[in-house]
């Protein structure tokens, strides 16, 4: 089966890939990692039980805080950011996500380390190291006993020797864990690669989000009508419609009628389809008095009543072929003169 990317969607693709590309790299390396973490936990979690410490609790889950970090510095923290024209940064910050990204990695960390030592502590794997009962059980499993409470490292590792089957099942536990552990974190680097890939198209789409404004000027000596961009992203008109004197056109100077003897100084032609830059605009409609022209006056006012009765809807949309509701804006505020006689 072939899939071709659209071109609009190549950027996209890309970045999907990249991040893709940059979890597989680090994911095992680090699944080991969080692996000897935990472990490392576990056993201090297995100390805790087998001595009933009155303060070796509270180390797992001061620990755990900082695997949890390392895990949130793996997935990524920073939050979509948009760089302002005066060079400024406006970063989006979701207390709900940084506080997830924060406690989920800590809540698995705790629970899986926890879950190892309670099930090595409560098997027959290990002998009872307890404030009650250290010298027999240690005594009748052979293993040789240093001062105080500690259990000599070479004797565990002779009985373990000894015990091959223990070992084993040791082994077999570890490597099956192991490949859980494998699969948990490709998964969630995967949802975490789209949920990222979904992030970055959204900041993308806002951070080139046209934004359309019909603006009327309105002097003594001119009269003008304009659209402009003041998005950030270029502005793809897809339909322009004028409702007025000559019912719906196409264009501003085909909606209102013309002037007697005077021809309009500007104007502009069907405009579908066309592109407005970002700061761009384009002229829809303008008439400008001449030096030395007599009866401007008048043609001014008729072409205010035109204007007046005239509305302008504008279907657009981004270069991501986004939909957005369609604007709409009347000319009435050029008959205000009359309206207020």
């Known amino acids: 089966m072939r899939t071709t990317i659209q071109r609009e969607h190549v950027p996209l693709y890309d970045k999907l890939m990249a991040g893709i590309e940059r ?25 805790d039980q087998r001595t009933h410490s009155s303060w070796l ?11 949890a970090a390392r ?4 997935f990524g923290i920073r939050g979509p950011e948009v760089r302002e024209p005066d060079g400024s940064i406006t970063v989006r ?12 990695p800590w809540a698995i960390t705790l629970l899986l380390a926890f879950g190892i030592a309670s099930q090595i502590a409560s098997s027959d794997l290990l002998p009872d190291m307890g404030q ?12 040789p ?16 020797g000894e015990n091959e089957s223990v070992a084993s099942a040791l082994a077999t536990m570890a490597g099956a864990l192991t490949a859980l552990l494998a699969l948990f974190v490709s998964v969630v680097s995967l949802a975490v690669a789209c949920w990222t890939a979904h992030v970055q198209r959204r900041h993308n789409k806002l951070t080139v989000r046209p934004l359309p404004e019909v603006t009327v000027a309105d002097f003594e000596n001119l009269v003008r009508v304009k659209l402009r961009n003041h998005g950030s992203g270029p502005l793809l008109i897809r339909s322009f419609r004028v409702a007025g004197f000559n019912g719906n056109q196409e264009t501003l100077v085909d909606a209102v009628p013309a002037l007697p003897g005077r021809p309009w100084t500007n104007f502009s032609g069907k405009i579908d389809g066309r592109a407005l830059l970002p700061g761009s605009e384009i002229v829809l409609l303008e008439l400008v008095e001449d030096k030395g022209e007599l009866g401007f006056r008048g043609h001014r006012d008729l072409a205010r009543k035109a204007l007046a009765l005239a509305t302008i809807t504008l ?14 804006k009347s000319l009435q505020w050029f008959g205000r003169h009359w309206g207020s006689e």
């Open 23 to 47: 979890y597989a790299e680090v994911a095992a390396v680090e699944v080991f990692k969080w692996l000897g973490w935990a472990t490392a936990i576990a056993a201090i979690r297995v100390v």
């Open 315 to 328: 279907e657009y949309s981004d270069v991501y072929e986004s939909s957005f509701e369609a604007y709409s």
């Open 132 to 143: 009650q009962g250290v010298s027999q059980p240690a005594e009748q499993a052979g293993l």
């Open 57 to 67: 609790w509270m180390l797992p889950i001061v620990l755990s805080f900082f695997v």
């Open 93 to 104: 910050i979701s207390p709900w996500r940084t506080l997830l990204m924060m406690l989920v």
């Open 145 to 160: 006993r240093s001062d105080g409470m500690e259990v000599d490292l070479g004797g565990l590792f002779g009985w373990l």
């Open 71 to 74: 895990i949130q510095w793996l």
